[in-house]
């Protein structure tokens, strides 16, 4: 049985390559969801996480050039593929299925 | 420039080698300012994750350097650590008669089980690491893991288990392997 729906650092880590764009690894990537969502991610966790991904044909990778400040290691960039764009939307679809017509999150008074 | 101490790097190269960009990446935000507690958390997370993804991957691996690991474990405590313990145990309550009043004579009897546990423990988890290469953290937080499980089944069992178990017997070394200071087990125990 394949899986559709996401888990919120899946959808989380994916909604930060999107967000960071071309130059998303996994400094940037765990730096963009510490900035915008507050949450503290370790970055063992999103190359883990992006390598799941990846088995899932979600998410693809290439390796960078070496950079002095990184003691001559690449980097790994990742980016976002249709079929991760579409497990996203159907993500967020179960999602706002599921907040609708709840009276307690209406508004402000949750 | 500013370089992360070299024990957590060696550490993550070693124990968890799965990803190369990621320590570029630790290196990279270690420069940019954060701290060497930072780094280290980020290893441990690391290896966690590495050991975890090597279980899922070969269980019947790590499974087998598992029993590898208590093999050499009970092996040293049956061969060396136990009769060198006991021998030990009683010098010292010989020796230091005033010391053996003063904490109780199972304590004192035990107390030189705790070295030889030591020793056993980390000869066997060097003999799980060397057996697994390619992933060695994998192996050594599952054997560690079932350590601490035996650990708590000996605790458990010291308290519940009513009659003494004579010795030379497998469960006394199971029960010291995974409990080596016990009053617990010193009392359930009797040499024959």
């Known amino acids: 049985m394949s899986r559709d ?22 400094v940037t990537i765990a730096r963009e969801i510490e900035g915008t969502a507050g949450r503290s991610v ?4 999103v190359y883990a996480t992006l390598e799941r991904l990846q088995e899932r044909g979600l ?3 290439w390796m960078g ?38 009276p307690e999150l209406r508004g402000n008074e949750a | 420039m ?9 550490l993550l190269q070693t124990l968890a080698p ?8 630790l290196d990279e935000e270690y420069r940019r300012g954060k701290s060497g507690f930072w780094y280290l958390g980020q290893v441990v997370v690391a290896i966690g994750v590495g050991a975890f993804k090597g279980i899922a991957a070969h269980p019947g691996r790590v499974v087998l350097t598992t029993a590898v690991g208590w093999a050499v474990m009970l092996l040293f405590f049956a061969t060396i650590g136990d009769p060198l313990s006991f021998d030990t145990g009683y010098w ?28 056993g423990f980390c000869l066997a988890s060097a003999v799980v690491a060397l057996s697994d290469r390619s992933r060695p953290a994998s192996s050594l937080v599952a054997f560690i893991a079932s350590v601490l499980v035996v650990m708590c089944g000996a605790a ?27 009053g617990g087990a010193g009392s359930s125990s009797s040499r024959s």
């Open chain 1, 59 to 61: 998410v693809t990778s």
């Open chain 2, 18 to 25: 799965g990803e190369p960009a990621l320590v570029g990446d």
């Open chain 2, 2 to 10: 500013r370089t992360p101490t070299r024990l957590p790097k060696t």
């Open chain 1, 65 to 102: 050039d070496p950079t002095p400040e990184r003691g001559g290691r690449a980097k790994r960039f990742f980016e976002v593929t249709g079929k991760g764009i579409r497990q996203i939307k159907t993500t967020q679809s179960a999602l706002t299925a599921l907040w609708k017509g709840l």
């Open chain 2, 156 to 182: 458990i069992m010291v308290r519940v288990y009513p009659h003494p178990v004579r010795v030379p017997h497998p469960l006394f070394y199971v029960i010291f392997t995974g409990l080596p200071i016990s």
């Open chain 1, 5 to 26: 729906l996401l888990t919120d650092l899946e959808l989380m880590i994916l909604l930060a390559v999107l967000r960071v764009g071309e130059s998303a690894y996994g």
């Open chain 2, 92 to 119: 010292l309550a010989i020796r230091f008669p005033d010391f053996e009043a003063l904490v109780g004579r199972n304590v004192w009897m035990a107390a030189p089980y705790v070295p030889a546990w030591l020793c």
């Open chain 1, 42 to 45: 370790a970055i063992a966790l």
